[in-house]
Nanobody
Framework: QVQLVESGGGLVQAGGSLRLSCAVS????????VGWFRQAPGKEREFVAG????????TYADSVKGRFTVSRDKALSTVYLQLNTLTPEDTAVYFC????????????????WGQGTLITVSS
């Protein structure tokens, strides 16, 4: 059974940091890239960051470059998203997703999705 389970969301003040985790299981992690997406209230889902299956390649949306860092552990069982210097505009439900091949910004290319975790950034 394929599972992606996010954790680590919560309430944080502007300028603060959080680390999200995405625990993956039920598929060949060594072949799947993982992407992070977010959806703010009333807005469309958007790509945030992605990491290749090996962890050697990462890509970011312009809005988070320099503030967010995606990584994965050596066992490839968990993918992390470190979020620094958070602003109220980062408030959203954050999802992780997995796809065969390299990470891409198009959410429709991802086969597997987690249930999401909410981050609320207060001003």
């Amino acid at each position: 059974q394929v599972q992606l389970v996010e954790s680590g969301g919560g309430l944080v003040q502007a300028g603060g940091s959080l680390r999200l985790s995405c625990a993956v299981s039920g598929f060949t992690a060594s072949l799947h890239a993982v992407g992070w997406f977010r959806q703010a209230p009333g807005k469309e889902r958007e790509f945030v960051a992605g990491i290749s299956a090996s962890g050697g390649y990462t890509t970011y949306a312009d809005s988070v470059k320099g503030r967010f860092t995606v990584s994965r552990d050596k066992a490839l069982s968990t993918v992390y998203l470190q979020l620094n210097t958070l602003t109220p505009e980062d408030t959203a439900v954050y999802f992780c997703a997995a796809r065969l091949g390299p990470p891409r910004a198009e959410g429709t290319s991802y086969a597997y999705w987690g249930q999401g975790t909410l981050i609320t950034v207060s001003s």
